[in-house]
T-cell receptor
């Protein structure tokens, strides 16, 4: 099935370091969503971005939507052990279905 | 608690068998999505229903089928099961009909085919 690449696929960081994951689409998106899935859990909605160049913050998390609405990033400042999990972007990539990216798995080294 | 209920939580069955997974969406949500997540893999879109009608289809196998009932709950039927069908199956619901509203996921059904 259609998948959207996220990079990196895996990221191991020392607790307190920053983390960034990127999501790229070949087509312009009407919106992009971000989800977090804890180990053994289910995906949980974090945020939705709609406007070109939009930046939204949730505490230590910063979400960005590219000017061309084809890419997005999630940046976590000063990671904590509670940030462990897989982060997915999702959106209507090339179609109207809610398609998920391949995800970035974040592990924290205490 | 997302408000989306999936049953059963775990299912172990033999190859060649047929199973039914059930999903009750959040109160008021008209859209139901089904996703398959294999071990350490991403979320593969299977199918979406909106208010009882099929809205979008992913690469769902012909051995798989789904429906959404008048009370909006949905069932995913998997038949002639193969070992490779072992996976987590998630149901999600949303208030909208397109990919423009947030989706709420259930806890998933872990299917093991032996």
């Amino acid at each position: 099935g259609q998948q959207v690449m996220q990079i990196p696929q895996y990221q191991h960081v020392q607790e307190g370091e920053d983390f960034t994951t990127y999501c790229n689409s070949s087509t312009t998106l009407s919106n992009i969503q971000w989800y977090k899935q804890r180990p053994g859990g289910h995906p949980v909605f974090l945020i939705q971005l709609v406007k070109s160049g939009e930046v939204k913050k949730q505490k230590r998390l910063t979400f960005q939507f590219g000017e061309a609405k084809k890419n997005s990033s999630l940046h976590i400042t000063a990671t904590q052990t509670t940030d462990v999990g897989t982060y997915f972007c999702a959106g209507p990539f090339g179609n109207e279905k809610l398609t998920f990216g391949t995800g970035t798995r974040l592990t924290i080294i205490p | 608690d997302s408000g989306v209920t999936q049953t059963p939580k775990h299912l172990i069955t033999a190859t060649g068998q047929r199973v039914t997974l059930r999903c009750s969406p959040r109160s008021g949500d008209l859209s139901v999505y089904w996703y398959q997540q294999s071990l350490d893999q991403g979320l593969q879109f299977l199918i979406q229903y909106y208010n009882g009608e099929e809205r979008a289809k992913g690469n769902i196998l012909e051995r798989f089928s789904a429906q959404q009932f008048p009370d909006l709950h949905s069932e995913l039927n998997l038949s002639s099961l193969e070992l490779g069908d072992s996976a987590l199956y998630f149901c999600a619901s949303s208030g909208g009909q397109g990919a423009d509203t947030e989706a709420f996921f259930g806890q998933g059904t872990r299917l093991t085919v032996v």
